[in-house]
């Protein structure tokens, strides 16, 4: 478990020492936004890759978390502290919800995917239409910088914020993969029939997996809100947010703890140098993004980690050989 753990933290660290070095809110930015990407990711590994429950839609639980933290905040004057907790809470439920509906039903596959599809466009529309969200407007937070208002001048205190949540999720997973629990999960990944023979309460499982799936994405949305300070429908329940956490967890490697986080970093990294040279085609970033996609599911179906593990294991194997 120890040996586990360091690596988690030794990146933790690395990347906490980023506004040591540099004062540069461009590469702060781009750190910061990619640290809530991978702790959107973080969620949907967890269900997704851990727990074989592939979801289109976790835009339902990044909008729920941060349009119940806005308007708690604008239309309530509700402390931006205990509006995030309600935001990530909110999510947890609409998990569970969503889940209790889909698996108690049996839908699996694909049909679960598209369920998820349909219930993060329909919290789309209902946010695009209900005054309470601002409509098609949206809703745009008072700036009152302040601990107790959860906003800050010195974007560096976002990354770390941002980076302590992500530690969470990782230390999260990294207790679920040596947990009952996760083994559970992974036995109902693997054959829901030989789980349910073996004495596992599969819809119990799936349950706790997506509502605490709902909670890790709900916090990232509710961080993206009091980091850019305005939402709207299409942000919050938009496609691009639940395309976003799937690609960085299947690029980084499915299944495995650290693997949304190497996933968001080498996706945002590629795309910014990619709109960095080529920045006058429309949409240049996007199609690397379904490049590397198609290259990760051809060649590398276990993720960039898996695959620096296979060279690895290769170059050990080869060195036992010579010697």
């Not at 698996?103 to 998820?116: D, E, K, M, Q």
């Not at 993060?120 to 409509?135: F, Q, W, Y």
Request: hydrophobic share 60%.
């Amino acid at each position: 478990m120890t040996r586990g753990i360091l690596p988690l933290l030794a990146l933790v660290v690395l990347i906490a020492a980023l506004p040591l070095v540099t004062a540069s809110n461009t590469a702060i930015n781009f750190v910061v936004f990619v640290l809530i990407i991978a702790l959107g990711a973080q969620g949907w590994n967890l269900l997704g890759g851990v727990g074989g429950q592939f979801s289109f839609g976790h835009a339902a639980f990044f909008g729920t978390g941060a349009y119940v933290s806005a308007v708690l905040q604008a239309r309530f004057g509700v402390n931006a502290w205990v509006a995030f907790a309600a935001g990530v809470a909110m999510g947890a439920l609409v998990g569970w919800v969503i889940g209790f509906l889909s698996f108690r039903a049996g839908l699996r596959g694909s049909y679960f995917a598209l369920v998820t599809l349909a219930f993060a466009e329909v919290l789309r529309i209902l946010a695009n239409a209900l005054p309470i969200t601002g409509g098609g407007a949206g809703l745009l937070l008072k700036l009152d910088l302040g601990l107790g208002n959860f906003q800050f001048s010195s974007r560096a205190v976002f990354l770390w914020i941002a980076l302590a949540l992500v530690a969470a999720g990782l230390l999260l997973c990294r207790w679920i993969a040596d947990s009952r629990f996760g083994a559970q999960l992974v036995a109902v990944r693997e054959n829901e029939d030989a789980a349910r023979a073996l004495g596992v309460d599969v819809l119990k499982v799936k349950l706790k997996a997506i509502t605490l799936s709902g909670a890790l994405t709900a916090a990232a949305g509710a961080f993206y809100l009091q980091y850019f300070l305005y939402l709207d429908a299409n942000i919050a329940y938009g496609v691009w947010i639940s395309v976003e956490v799937l690609l960085a967890a299947m690029v980084g490697g499915r299944g495995t703890v650290l693997g949304p986080l190497v996933g968001a970093f080498a996706l945002h990294g590629l795309g910014d140098v990619t709109k960095q040279y080529a920045g006058g085609i429309p949409g240049i970033d996007l199609a690397v993004y379904g490049a590397v996609l198609i290259f990760v599911v051809a060649f590398a179906p276990s993720g960039l980690i898996g695959l620096v593990q296979r060279l690895f294991a290769r170059r050990s194997t080869a060195a036992q050989g010579g010697a």
